[in-house]
């Protein structure tokens, strides 16, 4: 069964650090893109970042660019997220996604909830 | 940067059909996909390539997409269809978009 479970998330203060994973099983791992996607409480979708499957590229909305960086460890299926200068905006759930059918994002995580509050 | 608009809300009549819009510049030139996403869930793809399902997803779920805008639609509404659905483009300078989201009232 394809599964991804993320983990990490926690109570930071805002201007902390914090880093993510996303444990991949049940498929190739290192033949896929992989994304982060995150919701604010109460609010929408938004993509964070993509990293290609052999992690020599990597993107980021503009909202995250230079706070956050993303990578991966194909030889342990786990993709990462890791977020500097955490503000108030960063506090959402998490989730990593990717599509399998090459088509849209059709495997999602159940998600992490980060919470940037003092 | 590249944006996609939809109604916060939409309600229908069980058994009715449900129509939610996306509209984003340019939208029938790009593929569109929608996801339903329930409280405390994980968003699921219900349509994607504009109108392609998915295997597992009922064939009350379609999809159109022309000029500006996409629309999802679902025939014979039933109230487990009760749930935000956001549509979703690929822009080559922001990469995945979202739409806010609709809310779909099955009442």
């Known amino acids: 069964e394809v599964q991804l479970v993320e983990s990490g998330g926690a109570l930071v203060k805002p201007g902390g650090s914090l880093r993510l994973s996303c444990a991949a099983s049940g498929f190739t791992f290192r033949k896929y893109w992989m994304n982060w996607v995150r919701q604010a409480p109460g609010k929408g979708l938004l993509w964070v970042s993509r990293i290609t499957g052999d992690a020599t590229s990597t993107m980021y909305a503009d909202s995250v660019k230079g706070r956050f960086t993303i990578s991966r460890d194909n030889t342990k299926n786990t993709l990462y997220l890791q977020m500097n200068s955490l503000t108030v905006e960063d506090t959402a759930v998490y989730f990593c996604?990717?599509?399998?059918?090459?088509?849209?994002?059709?495997?999602w995580g159940q998600g992490t909830m980060v919470t940037v509050s003092s | 940067s590249y944006e996609l608009t939809q109604p916060p809300s939409v309600s229908v009549s069980p058994g009715q059909t449900a129509t939610i819009t996306c509209s984003g510049d340019n939208l029938g030139g790009r593929y569109t996909c929608w996801y339903q996403q329930k409280p405390g869930q994980s968003p699921l793809l219900v349509i994607y390539q504009d109108e392609k399902r998915p295997s597992g997803i009922p064939e009350r779920f379609s999809g159109s997409s022309s000029g500006n805008t996409a629309t999802l639609t679902i025939s014979g509404t039933q109230a487990m269809d009760e749930a935000h659905y956001y549509c979703q483009a690929w822009d080559s300078y922001t990469l995945w978009v979202f739409g806010g989201g609709t809310k779909l009232t099955v009442l």
């Open positions: 996604t990717f599509s399998l059918s090459g088509y849209a994002f059709d495997i």
